[in-house]
């Protein structure tokens, strides 16, 4: 094993995937791993389900328990990264699984977040025109977020071949383990279970401005996205309704070719075969995508759905497909496009 | 105890929960129950929650076991209501929870249901414009569908009040009782548990032109309707995240009067106070309605989302709400606005 | 309505199921309602399913707000009841759904809470032989643990037909909410959907010496109880597994005739058929109890199965049964035996 | 790839989870697929999950088909392995997930199977005393029932050391997926999700006797076992939670050191520390066993609780195992310790 990594935040959500990974990725040996309020603690204790790690000892996320790896994967508070990352130095290959280094509009950075804009990394999201490329012998790597993985994969086809209008509106359900290990209400099993309820309505939710970044690249025109996030009773998932009208003149021949075209070449993205249509636990644990789209003639509407693992494609397994591709390793190295289900 | 009420197709999840109603509705009497393969069987072993019937046994769905009854619900598939119907003569208050009645264009119905129009009943959603006074002293009623009536209750008010384009975009998440007790594979427990799954996509699900036929009369003119249901992990509830295109000059002031005008005076229907959402959660079980809305400036978009209990304000208690008005009884009689939650 | 009730600690699961169960009780009225630091804010976002009391505000949990009532419950951290119940007089019905006064042995109460024996109020399990009596015209009750509710219902007949041996092995899933709304992490969404796991195992739980007084004064000897209590993935339910050696010569036909016996004129405690099982789907919301037994030949061992609602008839559906009778109203007065289901 | 797999059965729950595995394991090649009724179709809309083999379709279950494999993993409904394992030949390994050669009593098989017994072949736990051996070089190897493996992991090492009185007491959960994908009402969706229910009370489980088998055989003497399944609200996993009256003399030290030793050096069991018990979600997927167990000193029973995944310990997992065993490979290759979780 040549490559070691760490992992900086190793006891929330994105830090237990991302430790799943690697743990079965043939050319990675993993290093120090890091906590804030947990440093001292065993992993056993807090991520019960990683035995293999079960007497490592987190220690605190310094940039000397981080430095000597081949590899940083960062799970921090919005706002930590650049500061870690910058005292790595430049041969280290920085993977920030959080929001920091996402958008390239300080303003949009400055509304959403609150706070002055750390910069922009290449885009972990290698499906995307131009995005591959980007990540080859990168050193530093942003991971898109877990909702704008789902959209722009649904939906960027069709921005893609001109077949949609720049009004996208998409409802998305996501698993709670979206939301981390914070101890919130709203968040306790017996509200969640048996219960569905939207937030961030309106246009609040911090993944819009992201979203609306890579559809509109990818369409050459700035494309409005309307996004609502729900919460559905399940761990992991997320399933991403995505419309738009359809440009005059598009059939549905026409949007079969452009999603068949746009990921016949890709090991992550499935296209599932028409009648057939995504399920959140075909890809549970593992990092494929399924999509499925089809033209609504009475509505006028292309609706594109997406099914991932927010937990894998979403953050982890997209963190470590990216650094597969930033090292020069196969992408799909330590991946799999096999779901745990039922 | 003044009105006896049969039960057609007392087997399934809608004839159980109209049942559970009945039984705790102070002016009904339950008498006969009737079922098709069941016929015969006690209903303890298929509603073993509804202890005190536990000893009733079906019988089979003819007009002789009906006959006598004030009030008789129907809960069969499509297509066999009306030859009941007639059999029972026009002094016995029908209500129909099945699709038959509720349509009004006949072309509409050949398309979505492949079968000869059976006609049009007084519509059970007592909130819509006009449809309380139809209701008062009918001997017919059409029980709404339960996405129907969930996005229906979401977006009228912005087409009532003139602040929505006419092309409304739906995605509604339902619990899997709204697909009934059919024993098919993608039901099963094994199945949805962790799993979001779309289905009906691009337009074919039936509830569709409800919705358009609903959301038009209110607006004056027509809407299109892009209408996407997927399969939540829960047993019951239905939230419906609905938008449109907010007319030019429409504020979040605007959108907000209609809304706060429009429940004002409903029993059932809650709109929530500004920041917080409908949960399914919270009225499960009950007749209630949660709605919220918001204006997205940036999207332009008016966003509106409501939780019911899909067996309950979904089905079976619009059922009752629509006898109390029917015979004359306080509207909101043997029904609760208090979810059993969490 | 004559009887005015207040709640002590309205904000937690415990509190919000009285008030739901109030609400619809036709000779209460809701009085005051308290908190602790939820003081001051209003019940809409605490409790988003009682809604006609969405605009209710917490005040403090103090003698003076809890004053004026015919009826104060107590929905309080252990230790705390003794206190408000001595200032609120003896000419007030005191209903205390905590743990303070269920055990009758001070070395029992103190080794499993750590701090002083408060005394001993009439028990709220009317089912037990003598309770009923014990509970007319009492002015304190102390509502039983959810759990001793279960196995006490499951097992005593067995123990007051002496067909058991004194040693009991109980195992008893429980839904989220019995764990209250305490914000830790085991019991977040995430953590607990599609996972089962005990706790307190090995005899450590509270409610286990409850059991051993309940079972062992119905057989006139001391029962010993093994108890392992496990956290299912639900919100509401207590399943209860128990079983005992059966006393030499026991047949099948003494264990039915035992239980036939015992819940003959129960109102809440239905014994299912033979051959049928309960479920806590079948209880859900409501203070009916479904009780099935067997004997196992090869084993030897009599099996006695109930479902409850852990908050209704193991919280507050007991909590009401339990003031009906202290004030002499009919018992079963606002409750019902009709589960939410599916 | 040297070993060539053919698998009957392979639309079903263990068939699925065969195949999972056997994707990810190095020196395996995936032969032919057989099926019964889904013979003919393709495996993309049985088994969606399972996107490498999406295009394969399902042949007839003949020895012709499956003739030409290093491996046969059967999994049939009980009573069809011997036929088929008979065609096969003595020079393939056959692995039967199935019942049909797991227990060596005639009179057990006939009682609780109802049909003649085909036999008894080598058992494929190889963590129980002896077992291992016998799979080295084995052609024929009998899975263990789920419930088989999870209680005799959890409370052989108790009988092993002469802690425990031949009398044992077992509770076990389990996730729906257990039942298979049979279109069963009580297996609905909509009728497990917030549900717990028993099953089987009483002595009637199938997997009785294999338990008494497993346990009698290490504890020198017959072992009684009353045996309660429950259905519990997800789709995966086995929480077993067993007990036993300990020997006179017994202590907690005793029962850590018996474990402790046990386990010493399993790959697959984890003998979690004190203070830590085990949950279905940490082995979500995975072929680890968690196992805890504790002495109550005032019920004087030894209490030992494990956790599988069913799929995959419970069931496939264990087949690919033992088949590693049998063929000389190493005991873990293509098997993980790593549950995914949350």
Not at 14 to 41: D, F, K, Y
Not at 131 to 156: D, H, I, N, Q, W
Request: charged share 15%; aromatic share 4%; glycine share 12%.
């Amino acid at each position: 094993m040549a490559v070691r990594a760490a992992v900086a935040g190793a006891s929330g959500y994105a830090g237990g995937e991302v430790l799943r990974l690697l743990l079965g990725h043939p050319e990675v040996e993993v290093g120090a791993l890091t906590g804030h309020s947990n440093a001292g603690q065993t992993l056993g204790g807090l991520q019960p389900h990683l035995v293999p790690l079960a007497g490592r000892v987190l220690e605190p996320t310094t940039a000397e328990v981080l430095a000597g790896h081949d590899v940083v994967f960062l799970a921090l508070p919005h706002g930590q990264s650049a500061a870690v990352a910058e005292q790595l130095g430049d041969d280290v290959l920085v993977v920030d699984m959080g929001a920091d280094f996402r958008l390239k509009d300080s303003a949009d950075w400055e509304r959403f977040y609150g706070s002055p804009h750390a910069g922009t990394w290449p885009y972990g999201l290698p499906e995307l025109p131009g995005a591959r490329a980007a990540l080859e012998g990168a050193k530093r790597v942003a991971v898109p977020g877990c909702y704008p993985t789902a959209v722009s994969l649904a939906l960027f086809p069709a921005y893609a071949a001109g077949l949609a209008e720049p009004e996208a509106v998409i409802v998305a359900a996501t698993g709670t383990s979206g939301a981390g290990k914070a101890l919130k209400p709203h968040l306790l099993g017996s509200e969640v279970m048996g219960s569905m309820s939207p937030y961030g309505v309106g246009g609040g939710h911090r993944h819009t401005p992201e979203m609306m970044q890579n559809l509109g690249a990818v369409a050459g025109e700035p494309v409005t996205v309307s996004f609502t996030p729900t919460l559905a009773p399940m761990a992991r998932g997320i399933l991403a309704t995505c419309s738009a009208r359809a440009k005059p003149g598009t059939t549905a021949e026409d949007v079969r070719a452009a999603y068949t075209k746009a990921y016949a070449d890709e090991p992550f993205v499935h296209l599932l075969p028409e009648g057939r249509w995504p399920a959140t636990a075909s890809v549970h644990g593992s990092n494929a995508v399924q999509v499925q789209v089809a033209l609504d003639a009475t509505a006028g509407r292309v609706i594109a759905v997406s099914a991932i693992d927010n937990l894998t494609k979403g953050t982890a397994g997209g963190a470590v497909q990216s650094m597969n591709i930033a090292l020069g390793l196969p992408e799909d190295t330590g991946l799999s496009t096999i779901g745990v289900a039922p």
